[in-house]
Structure formats: C-alpha cells, structure tokens
C-alpha cells in the first residue's frame, strides 16, 4: 500500500507539472496580444517622424521645381541672345540708304501684305506677344506699312527681342520664387528631424543609424542673377 500511494503522488505531481508548463506559454500569448499601449512620449516622437518623412518629400519637389526654374533661365537668356543678335545684324543693314521713290497703291499694299504674314508668322512661333501683334495689326508706333521692307524687318527683329527680353526677366522672377520656397522648405525639414531626434530621446528609444543622420544640409545658395550686359537690342 506504501508503494501504491508513492507511486499515486509521483503521478500527480508529473501531471501537475505538466499542467503548469503548459498554462506559462497560455499566459505568455495572452500577454503578447495585448502589448502595453505607447506613452505620451512615444506618440509625440511617431508623429514627429512622419511629419518629418513628409517635409522631406516636400524639400525634394521643391528643389527639383527650383533646378528646373534655373533650366528656365538658361534656355530663356539663350532665346533672348540669339534674337538680339539677329536685331543687332538687321539694325547694322539698314544703315545703307534707301532711295527714295514714290510708292504705288499695289505696292503699299503689298508692303502691309507682307508685314502682317511676318508678324503673324512669328506670333505663332512665340517670338511676339498678342499685344505685339495686336500693334502691327493696327499699324501703331514703328508699325507703318508705308516703309521699306528691310525696315519693317529691322522693327520685327527688334521687337523679337524685347518680347525675348521680357520672357527672360519673367523666367528670373519665377526662379527667384522657386529658390525662395525651396529654402523655406530645407528650413522647415532641418527643424523637424531635429525635433524629431529630441522626440526619440526623450521617449526613451534607441537611435537608429537613419534618425540620428543629420538634416538635409542642401541650400539653393542663391538665385540665378540677372546677367550685367542684359539690355534691348533695339527700341
């Protein structure tokens, strides 16, 4: 009978072992589904990053918008030197004397014909404004249709270049406007990841390798500046 009751408590203290070893993983996964909700701080540091990552996204479009305004400039400074040149040529060639000769009706007609088709023609091409146009059309300022051709030549090259000129100061103002908001935007990422690093600190969280990098230290510098030769070929 001794031997009986020994071996009936060996039984149920292996079973009650058994029952206790599996009950630990039990408490252990209930415990694991229910983690402990963040703090104050650590809700803090996560919405910093996030508007930090977003800053981000926002700095590089706007230094891309800025690169491509500067492309701008360069492309409108090279329109507007071409067309000056081509007024510069044109001026020197009606330097040379014309005779002077009374002009026919057909011939006055002929003339207004052909200035029209050419200042219309590089109204489609973007070389003359509307209101450029608009002026040929009604034959104001240098516009009269009663001169030489060569001369009306030397006027549409000359107005060919000023309608560059004001495509290039256009093109500067809007790379100063981009430069300035690309700034702004490098500021305003420079303070959020430094927020965002004080943020992970104070929540007690290890620094990773990516949030302790330092702040995107890129500067447009300065804006494009205006050329000190720039000037209208001809008035």
């Known amino acids: 009978m001794e031997t009986a009751a020994v071996i009936w408590m060996i039984m149920l203290l292996a079973v009650a072992a058994a029952a206790a070893a599996l009950a630990v ?12 909700p963040p703090s104050a701080a650590e809700r ?14 926002a700095a590089r479009r706007s230094r891309v918008a800025w690169e491509i305004a500067q492309e701008d400039v360069d492309a409108a400074w090279a329109a507007y030197d071409a067309a000056d040149g081509e007024a510069r040529r044109c001026r020197a060639a009606a330097v040379f ?7 026919t009706r057909a011939e006055i007609a002929d003339r207004t014909r052909c ?14 404004s509307i209101a450029q146009l608009n002026e040929v059309l009604a034959h104001r300022g240098p516009w009269n249709p ?19 000129f004001a495509a290039y100061q256009a ?17 305003a990422l420079r303070s959020l990841r430094a927020e965002a690093l004080a943020a992970t ?6 620094l990773r390798p990516e949030d302790s990098r330092r702040a995107e230290q890129w500067s447009p510098a300065e ?3 205006r050329p000190a030769n720039a000037r209208l070929a001809v008035h």
Do not use: F, I
């Open 25 to 36: 993983p039990r408490r252990e996964a209930r415990a694991n589904r229910h983690p402990a």
């Open 44 to 57: 803090y540091a996560d919405e910093v990053a996030a508007a930090a990552d977003h800053a981000a996204g």
């Open 97 to 103: 004397p014309v005779l002077r000769q009374r002009r």
């Open 115 to 128: 200035l029209h088709r050419s200042a219309l023609a590089a109204c489609r091409r973007k070389e003359l």
């Open 146 to 164: 009663r001169k030489h051709p060569v001369a009306q030549e030397t006027a549409l090259r000359a107005a060919v270049a000023e309608h560059r």
């Open 171 to 187: 093109a500067v103002e809007r790379e100063r406007s981009a430069w300035a908001e690309a700034e702004q935007a490098a500021v």
């Open 201 to 206: 600190t104070s929540a007690g969280r290890d």
């Open 223 to 225: 804006p494009v500046a």
